[in-house]
């Protein structure tokens, strides 16, 4: 790849918007690293548009739009970027998502200059997480209209999972099949199926994490015929005695996040003990996964924001730091996941 940018791009750029993302991304293996971190600044490059809250939701759409168009291919969309880089930079306080959206004919021109399989591959997983995005702007109300909306059933959380993490752990693992070959361990359909799973539990972790944050800009993630079995309305969730009257709620998708985190061990250990930096890249988030769900079951004020259940600092340098000396070991790891998972399991039935 010749473009000069390049190096500022998948450099400084990459580290300043992808925050914890980077530590996963920056022991790559070189081959993944770049067509993954293109990936990563043009899906957080359209996830910055669709968050843009003092922009109207519908225009949001338009501009969201027109950004998956231009990743695939489309010529007569430059008026439109023009006009992202205006609207939507000038609206950004931190300075690497501006510096982000004004990078993106930088960021289509690393594309172009890719392989055709590794273009492809970029071009469908942006296309498909910006569906996850296209559904929230089209679901949810505009964050200040003091409406709350919930998902309509367990299927739409499913599908909405899927298309905004789901899919990430799909082309991950499709990536890895094309750039490291004889890597993964098992049939391709299986660590397809456990790569989805994968990204499925953080997803699953994520909302139960920032569900208080979300509600209070109108999107329940929580489907409604759960909280009507469980007597709730949406806006009830906002009441302080929310988080004990839902804590049996969130259990069920802890539980159902766990039967996804198993899948994403057996991921882990597919990698082969010598891929060091892989299977590092895998543990890493299973492992802070975890942790989280464990703060998780712990935090009786679960629906309150400033209470949100996310790991200190320390701490994640602390699973980095041991992690790394158990990786090579398969017994090792699989101990580490199973005594988080038992602790949480515990907490559960307590």
């Not at 199926?193 to 953080?202: D, I, M, Y």
């Not at 994520?206 to 489907?223: E, H, M, S, V």
Request: proline share 5%; glycine share 6%.
């Amino acid at each position: 790849m010749s473009n000069p940018n390049r190096a500022f791009l998948l450099g400084p750029l990459l580290k300043g918007v992808s925050r914890s993302f980077y530590l996963t991304l920056s022991i790559l293996p070189v081959g993944m690293r770049d067509p993954v971190g293109l990936a990563y600044l043009l899906a957080r490059a359209a996830d910055t548009i669709a968050d843009t809250s003092l922009i109207p939701p519908e225009q949001r759409l338009d501009l969201l739009l027109s950004l998956r168009a231009r990743v695939n291919g489309a010529a007569d969309e430059d008026a439109q970027m023009q006009r992202m880089a205006v609207e939507v930079a000038s609206q950004q306080t931190q300075s690497d998502e501006r510096v982000l959206l004004e990078s993106l004919e930088s960021a289509l021109a690393v594309l172009s200059q890719m392989s055709k399989p590794d273009q492809l591959a970029v071009q469908g997983i942006v296309s498909t997480l910006t569906e996850g995005m296209e559904f929230d702007l089209r679901t949810f109300p505009d964050e200040q209209s003091g409406q709350i909306i919930a998902l309509r059933d367990w299927g739409e959380l499913d599908r909405y999972t899927y298309l905004v993490a789901g899919c990430v752990g799909e082309f991950w693992t499709r990536m890895t099949y094309a750039h490291l070959p004889g890597t993964l361990k098992g049939d391709p359909e299986t660590m397809l199926r456990r790569g989805v799973c994968f990204g499925k539990a953080l997803q699953m972790t994520n909302i139960l994490r920032d569900c208080g944050k979300d509600l209070r800009i109108g999107r329940c993630y929580l489907p409604a015929p759960m909280l009507e079995r469980i007597g709730i309305a949406p806006e009830a969730l906002l009441l302080p005695d929310a988080s004990a009257r839902a804590r049996g709620l969130m259990f069920q998708l802890v539980r159902e996040a766990l039967d996804h985190f198993r899948e994403a061990v057996d991921y882990t250990l597919a990698i082969p003990a010598f891929s060091l930096r892989l299977r590092l890249a895998c543990l890493w988030p299973v492992l802070i996964g975890l942790e989280t769900l464990l703060l998780l079951v712990r935090n009786d004020a679960w629906l309150e924001p400033e209470k949100v259940s996310k790991i200190q600092r320390s701490k994640v340098y602390r699973i980095l730091s041991y992690s790394t000396l158990i990786s090579p070991s398969n017994a090792l790891v699989r101990s580490s996941a199973v005594r988080l998972m038992s602790q949480i399991e515990a907490d559960l039935k307590g």
